[in-house]
C-alpha cells in the first residue's frame, strides 16, 4: 500500500499531464494497467451502474463502495484513487471513511463537499454544505492521513451550479491551504474558468473530462497548458462498455454472431489462466 502512494506522489512531482480514464471493477482496472496507464481513479457513478444498475444519487453504501475498491485495488499494482462521496456522514465518519480506503489500498480518496445525498456532478439538482461543513470533512480527512492512514487527499467542490466560480474557486484553495494534496474543482464551465482555476490554486489540480458534460472536452495538450496536473476520464469505459454489449445482444437477438469480440486466448491471459497455471505447477509433485 505504501509503495503504491510513494508512486502517486512521484507522479505528482512530475512533468507533463497524467492522463487517467476511471475504471469500475477489478476488470476495467486492470486493462488500464495493462494500456500503460501510470494511475487510475475508482469512478462512483460507474460502480454504482455496474453494481448496482442504480443512479449516482446516494444510494450505494460506504461498505459496497469499499467492497469494490479492495476487489480494485487488488487486482493492479498502479496507484488508485477512490470515490469516497462526502465520507459518509460528519466528520468523524469521514476520518473512518478514509482509514478504509487507506487499508483497502486505495493511494489517494476523495472527498466532496455536496449536501448528502450526493448526486453525479454534471447533473441537476445536487447542492453543497456550508463553507464551514466543507472544511470540517477536509479537515478530518487530512487529520485521519496525519494521523498513521497511509493515504492521499483529494478535496472537491461542486459548488460551482449553486453559487458561482468564485466560491468554488475559494473552496478549492481553502482545501489546499487544510493540506489536501489534490483540488478537483467539478464542472467549471468554460476554458476561461479552467485557465483562471489553474492559475489561482496551488498544487496539483484535476480536470474531469466527461463526454457530454458541462466542462469544455479540451485535448491534453491543451489541459497541460493550462497547468492541470491529472486529466480523468470518468465515464468512457464504462460508456464503450454499455455499447459494446448493447450492440452484441442487438447481434444476438437478431439471430448474427457478434464480430466485435476479443479471442477467447486473450480473455484467458487477461484474467490470468497462465499465472494461475504457472503458480499451480510450483506445487506439483511428480
Known amino acids: 500500500m505504501a509503495i503504491r502512494v510513494e508512486r502517486l506522489k512521484r507522479l505528482l512531482q ?45 444510494l450505494i453504501s460506504y461498505g459496497e463502495m469499499l467492497d469494490q475498491g479492495r476487489s480494485i485495488c487488488d487486482a493492479v499494482s498502479i496507484p488508485v484513487i477512490g470515490d469516497a462521496d462526502t465520507g459518509y456522514g460528519n466528520a468523524v465518519n469521514v476520518k473512518r471513511t478514509i482509514r478504509g480506503y487507506a487499508q483497502a489500498g486505495f493511494a489517494c480518496a476523495m472527498i466532496e463537499d455536496q449536501l448528502a445525498p450526493k448526486r453525479c456532478g454534471h447533473t441537476r439538482g445536487k447542492q453543497v454544505v456550508s463553507r464551514e461543513e466543507a472544511l ?17 487527499i483529494m478535496a472537491r467542490t461542486d459548488a460551482r451550479l449553486d453559487h458561482g466560480f468564485d466560491e468554488a474557486l475559494w473552496r478549492c484553495r481553502a482545501f489546499h ?58 465515464l468512457t469505459l464504462f460508456s464503450a462498455a454499455v455499447r459494446a454489449m448493447t450492440e452484441a445482444l442487438e447481434d444476438l437477438r437478431e439471430g448474427r454472431q457478434p464480430q466485435r469480440l476479443v479471442d477467447f486466448a486473450t480473455l484467458c491471459e487477461i484474467v490470468g489462466f497462465p499465472d494461475y497455471d504457472r503458480e499451480q505447477e510450483r506445487y506439483r509433485i511428480d
Not at 497524467?18 to 460507474?46: N, Q
Not at 470533512?137 to 493515504?151: H, L, Q, T
Not at 490554486?201 to 492541470?228: F, I, V, W
Open 14 to 58: 512530475g512533468e507533463g499531464l497524467l492522463l487517467m480514464p476511471c475504471c469500475y471493477d477489478a476488470l476495467s482496472a486492470r486493462l488500464i494497467e495493462r494500456a500503460g496507464f501510470p494511475l487510475t481513479f475508482m469512478s462512483g457513478f460507474a460502480v454504482s451502474g455496474s453494481r448496482l444498475a442504480l443512479p449516482d444519487s446516494g
Open 177 to 234: 491551504d487544510l493540506g489536501a494534496d489534490i483540488t478537483f474543482f467539478e464542472a467549471p464551465r468554460s476554458e476561461r474558468e479552467m485557465e483562471r482555476l489553474c492559475r489561482e490554486t496551488q498544487g496539483p489540480t484535476m480536470a474531469n473530462m466527461l463526454e457530454q458534460g458541462d466542462t469544455p472536452l479540451l485535448p491534453p495538450a491543451r489541459l497541460s497548458e493550462l497547468g492541470y496536473r491529472i486529466a480523468a476520464y470518468p
Open 136 to 152: 470540517e470533512r477536509i479537515r478530518a480527512a487530512v487529520d485521519a492521513r496525519e494521523e498513521g492512514a497511509d493515504i492521499l
